[in-house]
């Protein structure tokens, strides 16, 4: 015998729906979005700008000089005053030098601001892969209520089928015919609530990815250590800033004083007219008393910028901490919300099944069996909302802990 047509559909017909319109791409991954939503993120230039920075702070590194060097020349007569032929001609080049430890200083400081480009490109990935998360997860919920609404329908025309049947065969009254094309009507109205719905999630999903369609979204697996660890990728951004930070104030305060400059030149002259030019080679070290109070506005910016990278870090870690057990509490309640919409499914599908019979046998009016068919059509979209939910939660926790799709 075949199922009546009020009974309610198999859960692997609702998975296949569930799963159905992914097409070619359900082969592409979270990690295939994640990176194809990267290529398009707007900040990636920041991550340009601080690699810029670093190869700027090298290559000062790399100079043989502390700065420019120059060149001068110096003529002297006195062709406007005695005029006895007095000429003089000086000439040199002044080198700055380093002082000791000086260019590594400037090394440490560029290596460390090459860390905290590499670490936001991580960070930046993390971003996106939580919005990608959200986005797709989204979609899945969408997804399995447009499904849902989709089975609703087919089992209201399926009914409304079998009670024109019926009324036809003058078992039930025309009313109950009315009252199922009702029935009907309003979950096709569901259904087009929830196709738009789908369609707006998708076109999020799309844009923000650049992506051809949505791929299925598939339960993360999570961690069995929900401890946050120092590897999580903005508390390595938030350390590398740290660093860089007491790099500059190192380099602030070797930069204490100018540079000594090294003169080599040399000088001819003659005294009178008539007289040959003597010539001389000379060099000349200038060394500055490097007082402390020039420094003082420079190195004291640079301690204000570590310490506020030094505060920073520990501000983030405390709200990543606050995030990861938040995000633990929900999945913990989702998988409790799941096992309770489990069990109210089976007992809707068990008073749905009673109710039909009771209806077959005329011990029941189409009310019932209605009011039984849309309480098992609610628990049957309740537990796949919890399935999705927990998957969401799941993903959600993985965020959380700096898990980035692969």
Do not use: C
């Not at 929830?194 to 076109?203: D, S, T």
């Amino acid at each position: 015998m075949s199922p009546s047509p009020a009974s309610p559909l198999p859960r692997w017909i609702i998975v296949l729906v569930l799963t159905a319109g992914t097409g070619g791409a359900a082969a592409a991954s979270l990690g295939d979005a994640v990176t194809a939503a990267y290529e398009r993120h707007p900040e990636r230039a920041l991550v340009d700008a601080r690699r810029g920075l670093a190869a700027a702070l090298e290559n000062r590194a790399d100079q043989p000089f502390a700065a420019d060097p120059a060149f001068n020349l110096r003529y002297d007569t006195d062709a406007v005053g005695a005029d006895n032929g007095f000429r003089e001609w000086e000439g040199g080049v002044t080198v700055p030098l380093w002082w000791p430890g000086q260019r590594a200083v400037q090394s440490r400081e560029a290596r460390r601001t090459r860390d905290t480009a590499t670490a936001l490109v991580t960070v930046q990935r993390l971003e996106v892969a939580g919005e990608v998360r959200e986005r797709l997860w989204t979609v899945a919920l969408a997804r399995g209520a447009h499904a849902e609404a989709g089975l609703a329908v087919d089992s209201a025309r399926r009914l409304e089928k079998d009670v024109a049947r019926r009324v036809a065969a003058g078992e039930l009254a025309r009313r109950d015919l009315l009252l199922a094309r009702q029935e009907t009507a309003a979950r096709e109205d569901d259904l087009e609530q929830a196709a738009n719905h789908l369609e707006q999630a998708r076109g999020r999903f799309l844009r923000y990815t650049g992506m051809d369609e949505v791929p299925a979204a598939r339960a993360e697996p999570v961690p069995r250590d929900r401890e946050l660890a120092d590897t999580h990728p903005r508390l390595v951004l938030a350390a590398a800033a740290v660093e860089r930070a007491r790099a500059g104030r190192r380099r602030v305060a070797a930069e204490g004083r100018a540079p000594a400059d090294l003169w080599l030149g040399g000088m001819k002259s003659r005294d009178a007219r008539g007289q040959d030019f003597d010539s001389s080679i000379a060099v000349e070290i200038t060394v500055p008393f490097g007082i402390s109070a020039h420094n003082a506005p420079a190195l004291a910016a640079a301690e204000s910028e570590l310490t506020h990278a030094a505060a920073r870090h520990g501000q983030i870690r405390r709200t990543l901490r606050d995030g990861l057990e938040q995000a633990s509490l929900e999945l913990e309640r989702a998988r409790i919300a799941l096992g309770r919409a489990r069990q109210r499914q089976q007992l809707a599908a068990e008073t749905l099944d009673l109710s039909r019979r009771a209806f077959e046998l005329g011990e029941t009016d189409l009310v019932r069996l209605l009011q039984a068919r849309d309480a098992a059509v609610a628990a049957d979209g309740q537990l796949e909302a919890r399935r999705l939910e927990a998957g969401q939660a799941a993903a959600r926790l993985n965020q959380a802990l700096g898990v980035i799709p692969r």
